[in-house]
């Protein structure tokens, strides 16, 4: 059967170079960097080439300003509580109501721990109000967090304006660039962006590996201490062959970065075309004019998005949808929620997101499925019926709790 | 992705009775729009028999939803409305052989649109006494309002109570952080404050899965035999299961359910679950409890087999030979 993936803003596939790079150092290259003998020298030269792939990538001015990390949930949790700990005196967070959960859960904790969070509201495409961002900033801010592009919709944040503004009142800006990282250009030391969040996988390096950038001279405190590993700034001995990868990888998204923008922004484009020519009843969430290349998400109306992916799955076509039920939760996707999409398509939502590895003829498979399952499902739906919905839905279908 | 059985693929992917009922005499309409599962019953009963003719479902929801509302339908189909009325949310996740914790909510969703649609049918007013929360532990599917609404009827305060009341978070422990922010709560709204439990770790006389043999010296090893370990008597042994079998007894009572111990046979122990046990979908997690004390409390390995009611006997029977 035909697989075809296009959930690459869950994970993506590790690029086979850099499998190849990373296979020497589970056997012969297995020292520890730290170690002063030749096994540990080794790899220690490996991490530092990785750190400068990493850091021609990002566009950051030292390779000092890399810290490797485990994730990017780590990289966030670290960059926010130290921007806390180093300012015990400022009590406020800034960040928006469609932040990755590693970023929003967080901060609903700290809301717990006495700070105050601030979450900035979006649109109906998913935009933010800078005016409203503009009159909190203030002394009393500790850091803001803005993610780069929204990992459901793709929309981008103009993060580069925002971190002007809050470097202007002195105030910390991080940004959670997991899904950016690799798809759009990147130019830390010509921003005023003070930390960054990066992910390996979803660049086609192995899970387990990330980064945090820490631009010198912002006052920081490690979330691990322990070894000065990464300068003391994150403790642990490295995950070597994970770093070397991402290095790898870092370089490969650079040679991709113009395909990405044109070849799979292309594939994208025609994909999203086709099936709203096809599908009545389907938009596209979020801002399409200001997105990542890779991204379409599609709502479909009056069905419910687990069993469009399962019907999907049938067929072999990978994707995620914000629906309740696919995140084992009561409400559909905050994502959704927050650009005020009715329940009716919420729970529709399907995101279709490509790489470089998605093909042609991919593509045509998922425009020659999409329709028939959506018809087919509308079938069931007690909003539908025939070829369109029913006369005034919500009052033809108004279940008892809802 | 869900774990679902072969029979909910089946009944997903080829629902039965999808569409309205042509002259359909009984309607409910039940879900919530905000969680993403809703459901309309359409039904067609026979005035004089009260027996179901026809009955057509039409859902807005997962996978489960769609799968459960298809069971639904042929499960009533042929039967009266009385008859039809006896069937649970269990029955219905029977049916599909048994849904994931999460989902058990579509087959309520189920047992609900058959109420309203009878309640329709003779022309009653449906109580709307339905409430669900998030789900708070997901070893025992127990949701947020239940915990609050037990915590609130009995004056609980530690999350053993909330345990021993709702079996929430007697399974991993992953929702404990959950479980005392809901305390919390409910405790800040009675005037109180919530005090964790000491912390303690609950040893459990579990045998080392892997120690290191070191030979001893020659010398010693023969100056000092090592005894062997006492060995219970058959009637100890039995004894011995019993009263495991007895601390665990007001467990499941308190879910009206019970166990009765049958035989003993080497290391097979073969039991019967009775009252609300029966046919339970946690049935197979309650054995595996029981089993996992016997083993901690015998020292040994046993295989706990549960006999089912009507094959007791023959089960029984069996063991005589």
Known sequence: MTAVYLDNNATTRVDDEVVQAMLPFFTEQFGNPSSLHSFGNQVGLALKKARQSVQKLLGAEHDSEIIFTSCGTEADSTAILSALKAQPERKTII???VEHPAVLSLCDYLVTEGYTVHKLAVDKRGRLNLDEYAALLGGDVAVVSVMWANNETGTLFPVEEMARMADEYGVMFHTDAVQAVGKVPIDLQNSSIHMLSLSGHKLHAPKGV??????????????????????????????AASIVGLGVAAERALQ????ENTEVRRLRDKLEAAILAAVPYAFVTGDPGNRLPNTANIAFEYIEGEAILLLLNKVGIAASSGSACTSGSLEPSHVMRAMDIPYTAAHGTVRFSLSRYTTEAEIDHVIREVPAIVAQLRKLSPYWNGDGPVEDPGKAFAPVYA | MWDYSEKVKEHFYNPKNAGAVVEANATGDVGSLSCGDALRLTLKVDPDTDVILDAGFQTFGCGSAIASSSALTEMIKGLTVDQALKISNQDIADFLDGLPPEKMHCSVMGREALQAAVANYRGEELEDDHEEGALVCKCFAVDEVMVRETIRANNLSSVEDVTNYTKAGGGCSACHEGLERLLSEELAARGEVFVAAPTRAKVAKKPQLVT????????????????????????????????????????????????????????????????ACTGCQMASMTLSGIQQRLIEELGEFVKVIPVSATGAAAAHAQLEV
């Open chain 1, 95 to 97: 960040t928006t109501t």
């Open chain 1, 210 to 239: 990330g980064v945090l950038y820490l631009r010198r001279g912002i006052r920081f405190r490690p979330l691990l201490r322990g070894g000065h590993q990464e300068r003391g700034r994150r403790a642990g001995t490295e995950n």
């Open chain 2, 212 to 275: 290191l043999e070191v030979p001893a010296p020659a010398a010693a090893a023969a100056a000092a035999p090592v005894p062997a370990a006492p060995k219970m008597t058959n009637l100890q042994r039995i004894r011995r299961i019993e009263t495991v079998l007895e601390s665990i007894r007001p467990t499941l009572q308190r879910d009206h359910g019970d166990v009765e111990l049958l035989e003993v046979e080497g290391k097979n122990v073969y039991v019967k679950l009775t009252g």
């Open chain 1, 256 to 259: 991709f970065m113009a395909h």
